[in-house]
Each structure stands twice: as C-alpha cells, then as structure tokens.
C-alpha cells in the first residue's frame, strides 16, 4: 500500500524566504507525482505535475523534483510572499488514483 | 473552457439520511474520480469513473456508490450516513494518457458535508 509523507507538516517564514517542502512515498512504481496548493476550505489547486520519466518541473517561482528510486520529491518556493500562505500537498499516481500526504500548512508573514 | 463545478456547496445531514452530490466535469474530460478529506487530512481516493463505468476503488463501503453519465458528469452517493462521513468531499476530472495513467487532475472546489 502506497504512503505519502509530508514533511514539515508546518511551517512559518518571513516574508522573502526562499524554502523547501519535502515529500517521500514508499511505493517507487507510479506514473506521476502532482503538487497542488490548498487554501482553507477550498478544492485543491494543481502547481506541478512531474511525469515519472522526468527529474523536475518548473513554473515560475515554483520548481518540483522528483527523485523515483529514492522516493522522494521536493517543492523549492523562491521568494516567498504572504499570499503563498496556504496547505500544500503532494500526490503520487497509481493505478487510477491519487494517493495523498496529508500536507504541510505555510505561513508566510509580511 | 468551463472548469470543474460541484454541487451543492455545503449541506447538512442527520445519521442514518441519504446524500447526493454531484460534479460536472471539465470540458473534454471523460475520467472523474472522487475524494473524501476529513479535517486535517489528505484527500483519500474512494472511486474513479471511466466512460461511464468504474474504474478503481479506495477502501470505503458500499453504502458509498457513484454514477458517471454520458455528458462525464458524475454523482456520489452515500447512504445510511455516519458521523464520521463529515469531510468535504472532492471531484476531480482528467483524461487518459496511457494505459492506467491519466493526466493531470483538475480538482472542483468541493462540497462540504456535515452530519450530525
């Protein structure tokens, strides 16, 4: 059975910071990894999706990396600015599913 | 293009009652599947509908079932509700890109269930 892991499961930084969120899975056989970003009782919103044959994707200040064999995968945010503030979470594909961590809450204050 | 849409956005039941929720798919998406997240929680996968037919189950009971129709719009319904039922649930609708894989998901912005 797949586990995702989420670490930290919060984090605080002032506002400029640049700051890394990590992700393990235990299960190196999936299709693809997504970050997603999720503000207080909303639906979840897609940021990066690594295909499983790739290393890293980049959008704008955001850069994921993925790491299959080690399980592992990281969300580099450069700059950071108080709207970043949200729960991001990372998903890992298997077969017709998305298995989740349970996220990491950031706040970034001005 | 028309993004993911659910409905209602939140709604209140008692133990026991039965639920209908429903989501409309992406525009050109033919995959949904659904999600529960309880507070504090990661989504947890319950099912995926294909052209109309299920396609992978999470571990929930029976009392949870769904429909996809021809248009890929989708409903999930949960019967006999529990306490623990209270989440918000998720809709997500893709495509296929390969066999067994899809591409990315795009989420709706949920419904959230309470029951008391």
């Known amino acids: 059975k797949q586990e995702v892991t989420q670490i930290p499961a919060a984090l605080s930084v002032p506002e400029g910071e640049n700051l890394v969120l990590n992700c393990s899975f235990t299960d190196s056989a999936i299709y693809n990894l997504q970050w997603f970003r999720q503000d207080p009782g909303k639906g979840l919103t897609s940021l990066l999706l690594?295909?499983?044959?790739?290393r890293e994707q980049t959008s704008g200040r955001l850069n994921a990396s993925l790491d299959k064999s080690s399980g592992r995968s990281t969300l580099y945010i450069a700059a950071s600015q108080p709207g970043d503030s949200a729960t991001y979470l990372c998903a890992v594909e298997g077969y017709s599913t998305l298995t989740f961590g349970k996220g990491t809450m950031l706040l970034v204050s001005p | 293009e028309t993004g993911v849409t659910q409905s209602p956005t939140h709604l209140i039941k008692t133990r026991g009652q039965q639920v209908t929720l429903r989501c409309s798919s992406q525009s050109g998406h033919n995959t949904v599947s659904w999600y529960q997240q309880a507070l504090g929680q990661g989504p947890q996968f319950i099912f995926q509908y294909y052209r109309e037919e299920e396609n992978g189950r999470g571990n929930f009971p029976p009392r949870f079932s769904g429909l996809q129709f021809p248009n890929y719009s989708s409903e999930l319904n949960v019967n006999a509700l529990e306490l623990d039922d209270s989440a918000l649930y998720l809709c997500?609708?893709?495509?296929?890109?390969?066999?067994?894989?899809?591409?990315?998901?795009?989420f709706g912005p949920g419904t959230r269930l309470t029951v008391l």
């Open positions: 690594i295909q499983s044959s790739q």
């Open positions: 997500a609708s893709s495509t296929l890109a390969g066999v067994n894989s899809y591409n990315e998901q795009f």
